[in-house]
């Protein structure tokens, strides 16, 4: 008896980590999304360094709501995480949006996963460079509009800031999605747009958009000659998006140790995971629990004030 239990002990340690419980990422955005392509990267990263299977895990509504509260309402064990973008984080809690829970109580950053810039692109007609578009903003009798892919997004709080910066007047019009916005921006109708380069550089290529400045702490290696907001002489126009990672609140402190270490180790080692987030357009930060909830917390500060003084209010 005592021979097949120390038999049976041997054969559970020995076990493959594929018998161990997954890590699973629930993606807060729908698959394809470039959340979910970051949460596919990470979890190709994670599973050696874990010794673990991870699996990834859409679930995707209500601005991201659905996936941040499936997690909340996870057991607190380090089973299962949250990949998801600001919005719910930092920009919902202050539009006045009825939530079932306050995600920045309910779950815990680990770190950020990506962070990509936008691009404040413009009708070339009105200027190709910020000055020459200002002039023309400022202009009396100017009447321009520019464009977001909704009330309270990223894109609509990034121009609001602008507007706050450079006493203009632009005109907010929300669209469904990015390529209805350039269309009118091609046409006439729309004069300005932040958005991922992605969604415009074959057009500032062809030189029908002008990409005036880019909202990240450092030029794109894409838009060598295009200046960043701040040596444009907005120095706290930084609009970044990014992918965190989270954990359900209460976490034992030996779980979240382990995935931030993993995070950490991956974030410098894995070749494969910088590439593979800088085709799809991102940059690869290294951030411990606390520099990720410190991040927030400022983002979350400077959005809550734009929101207050813009007077915007959620659809």
Known sequence: MLRRLALASVLLASLPAAAQEPLRLVVCAPAGSTVDITARLWADALKDRLGQPVVVEPRAGAGGMVGVEHVARARADGTTALVCFPGSF?????????????????????????????????????????????????????????????????????????????????????????????????????????????????????????????????????????PTAREAGLPDLTVVTWHGLFLPAGVPDRAMAKLSAAVLTAAREDRALREGLARAGSDLPVTTPQEARAHIAAESATWKQVIAEAGIKAD
């Open 90 to 226: 930092t920009m919902r809690p202050h539009l006045g949006t009825p939530m079932p829970i306050d995600p920045n109580t309910a779950l815990a950053p680990v770190a950020l996963l990506a962070t990509a810039p936008f691009v404040f692109a413009a009708d070339a007609r009105l200027g190709a460079t910020l000055p020459a578009f200002l002039e023309r903003a400022r202009a009396p009798g100017a009447d321009l509009s520019y464009a977001s892919v909704g009330n309270g997004s990223l894109a609509h709080l990034g121009m609001e800031l602008f507007k706050a910066r450079t006493g203009t007047t632009l005109v907010h019009v929300p669209y469904r999605g990015s390529p209805e916005a350039i269309a009118d921006m091609l046409g006439g109708r729309i004069a300005a747009f932040i958005t991922p380069l992605s969604a415009v550089a074959g057009h500032v290529e062809s030189g029908r958009i002008a990409a005036l400045f880019t909202t990240g702490e450092a030029r794109l290696p894409q838009l060598p000659t295009v």
